[in-house]
Nanobody
Framework: QLVESGGGSVQAGGSLRLSCAAS????????MGWLRQAPGKEREEVAA????????YVADFVKGRFTISQDNAQYTLYLQMDGLRPEDTGTYYC??????????????????????WGQGTQVTGS
């Protein structure tokens, strides 16, 4: 129910934009987020948003480089990634979690609350 697109390989400093298409039901009721997992590391939250009017959560390690946004008319979540670094390499997952708004926007995104996962898309910064 979450379909991702937009991964790829870019040189350091390059940009990519990830997209995640969801149903209207999911998009309007869940905290939408992006998580990533690098080889040999645990999955970590990158960014999350509940409503386009909110101030989204963005992890410190990508703050100022990555931007999360959503198109409510198209039920699509985006992650604009600028200034990519080799350490950004990994599989990026779109997710929809059932958490209260204040948790969503403060970075609390427990895997047990995730109701829907995207298939994952590979991002490589080299």
């Amino acid at each position: 129910q979450l379909v991702e697109s937009g991964g790829g390989s870019v040189q350091a400093g390059g940009s990519l934009r990830l997209s995640c298409a969801a149903s209207g039901y999911i998009h309007s009721r869940y905290c939408m987020g992006w998580l990533r997992q690098a080889p040999g590391k645990e999955r970590e939250e990158v960014a999350a948003i509940f409503d386009q009017g909110d101030s989204p959560y963005v992890a410190d390690f990508v703050k100022g480089r990555f931007t999360i946004s959503q198109d409510n008319a198209q039920y699509t979540l985006y992650l604009q990634m600028d200034g990519l670094r080799p350490e950004d390499t990994g599989t990026y997952y779109c997710a929809a979690a059932a958490v209260p708004t204040q948790y969503c926007l403060s970075g609390y995104y427990p895997p047990g609350n995730v109701g829907y996962w995207g298939q994952g898309t590979q991002v490589t910064g080299s």
